[in-house]
């Protein structure tokens, strides 16, 4: 008779509270042990624990504990303000204790009895005092800074983490990275049960924050470096670098928002959760367009998120009245909201991340981009494509039907330097044709997977009436794009 299987343990876990980190760990950090959270000057590690704690007490009733080596409780409250919470609330509802230990680096002598019996008999009273469940110790090194000796060092750390661990307390405890090996001592991730690497890199004068799972002991994690943003709600993670196949192809049709390509599109437009691309060279009419799909979309009562990443909302309205059209009443509405930014003020990985989070916060069921070329400034294009997929990928999952505008060069019409055209459902190209004296625009449909629609070239016009594609001056055969 065959053994039964073992069945696999399950390491229990206590959910962070931050967007996306959860995910990322794959349902939180684990319960009742260590967590180690590594990163130089300004990474965000004290923000990260402190948000640990706070949502703790506040959402899963479970107090915590801050031991601060570094910064005092005033201090702590001060800065953790800015992420929106308010620290002496907590501290008077009894869900959270800050205990600030000031340690002189001269006033600390190595001898053979050096330990932390005071510093546990301290931990234990402030456990003790609120019933504490969660602990963040901020930051390790300071507690160490007079130690010379590794094997004292050693012994001494390993029985902090054993301490923690042997009551039960779900802790964090940060770190400044080392040169050379992920900690200052090169030796705590050893004794971590889950470690976490943040890290704040500047590349051509643009700065990016990601975080890294370095290992996690008994569970399925996360491996790959996530974007993550710091602001006014607190420190979100964006688990998005890697996006499998696995959206759902709809057969909803929604309109273009112009009459005459809803025609070339079998008279009822794109798929919902399809990627369109708009190309053409400058002033040939690729914002337009866009606008115009997103005024339809707000005309069905749909949240339309606008990305511009070269006119501010001002100048995109303006404009836009001139071809006919009132966008100030969908921003009224609550049913359009315009993101303007210049590429140039974060990374790509910033991009990502602050996208997603906007589309996360809106939950819109259309979003424009315009254009994805300004962002060739600030990446490689192997770096831009990729960040655009990841991007279209999420768009895809999330149902969203998604329009990206691009800039091509005249002699290169039918490409794009980010060469992300196979990647999109269906792609429009304006151009300017010049006719004698005249300059006519013209549209292609290049293609447009899973529907019938019209292969011919059509003349259309910018107007105060909107776009009007002059349809009528051409036969409309058919051909079906798989």
Known sequence: MAAKATPARVVPKAATGLAGLDQVLNGGVPRGRNTLIIGGPGSGKTLLGMEFLVRGARDFGEPGVCLSFEETAEQLVANVASLGYD?????????????????????????????????????????????????????????????????????????????LSEHGLTAMVTAESGRGVLTRYG????????????DHRVNEQVSTRRLRVVKYRGTAHGT?????????????????????????????????????????????????????????????????????FANAACARGERVLYFAFEESP????????????????????????????????????????????????????????????????????????AMLTRLMDFLKLEGITAMFTNLTLEGAMEQTVIGI??????????????????????????????????????????????ITLHNDRLAVPQRTTA
Request: hydrophobic share 45%; charged share 25%.
């Open 87 to 163: 620290l002496k609330a907590l501290t008077r509802a009894g869900k959270l204790l800050i205990d600030y230990v000031y340690i002189e680096r001269k006033e600390i002598e190595e001898t053979g009895e050096y330990d932390l019996e005071g510093l546990f008999i301290r931990l234990q009273h402030a456990v003790n005092r609120i019933k504490a469940k969660r602990v963040l110790l901020d930051t390790i090194e300071v507690l160490f800074s007079g130690l010379g000796n590794e094997a004292v060092l050693r012994a001494e750390l390993r029985r902090l983490f054993r301490w």
């Open 187 to 198: 030796l705590e991730e050893y004794v971590a049960d889950c470690v976490l690497l943040l």
């Open 224 to 292: 790959d470096e996530y974007p993550f943003l710091i602001d006014q709600s607190g420190i979100s993670v964006f688990p998005i670098t890697s996006v499998g196949l696995t959206h759902q192809a709809r057969n909803e049709r929604v309109s273009s928002g112009v009459a005459g390509l809803d025609k070339m599109l079998g008279m009822e437009g794109f798929f919902r959760g399809s990627s369109i691309l708009v190309t053409g060279t400058a002033g040939t009419g690729k914002s337009s367009f866009a606008s115009f």
């Open 314 to 385: 001002s100048q995109i309205l303006r404009n836009m009245r001139s071809v006919g059209l009132n966008l100030e009443k969908w921003i009224k509405r609550g049913l359009l909201r315009i993101h303007a930014v210049r590429p140039t003020s974060t990374g790509l990985e910033g991009h990502l991340a602050v996208m997603h989070k906007l589309i996360t916060d809106y939950k819109p069921e259309v979003v424009v981009v315009d254009p994805i070329t300004n962002l060739i400034s600030i990446g490689e294009v192997g770096a831009v494509k």
């Open 421 to 466: 055209s196979s990647l999109m459902d269906s792609w429009i190209l304006l151009r300017d044709l010049e006719m004698g004296e005249a300059r006519r625009r013209v549209l292609y449909l290049l293609k447009s997977r899973g529907m019938a629609h019209s292969n011919r070239m059509v003349e259309f016009e910018l107007s105060e009436r909107g």
